[in-house]
């Protein structure tokens, strides 16, 4: 079974793959900035999409998307600010959560939610 750390690492390259399968542009990955990471930040129809991937090996507690707090987006949406100041980028912004989840056969699932939280929810 693969640790926490690559089921992670798997669940982002799905992800990643899915949205260049859907037409996005990958723009950057495992973007840090102090201690918030932005996991996959894309581009579709001039839109920046800020994406947040969350996997589980168990939707038994709760689901993966329900493990984005207030805190979390907060975080997300600061590092997103500095991401559009240092690559002096002024698009309209987009937050989404692919979850990932095995169903009952183990293969992996993605579940993509666009338009998951706004900036605004991080107040």
Same mark, same amino acid.
């Given at each position: ?25 990958? %723009?950057?990955?495992?973007? $840090? ?5 932005? /996991? +996959? #930040? ?41 991401? %559009?100041?240092?690559?002096? $980028? ?5 937050? /989404? +959560? #692919? ?25």
């Amino acid at each position: 079974m693969a640790t926490h750390n690559d089921f992670g690492k798997i669940a982002e390259d799905l992800a990643a793959e899915y949205l260049q399968k859907k037409g996005y542009k990958v %723009l950057t990955r495992n973007f $840090r900035f102090q201690k918030a990471e932005i /996991d +996959i #930040i894309a581009e579709k129809e001039n839109l920046i999409i800020i994406v947040e991937v969350k996997a589980r090996s168990t939707d038994a507690f709760m689901l993966p998307q329900e493990a984005v707090t207030k805190t979390k987006i907060k975080s997300i949406v600061s590092a997103a600010n500095h991401y %559009l100041e240092e690559f002096n $980028r002024n698009n309209e912004v987009r937050f /989404d +959560i #692919i979850s990932v989840l095995p169903d009952e056969m183990k293969k992996l699932t993605i579940d993509h939610i666009t338009d998951a939280f706004e900036a605004l929810d991080a107040n």
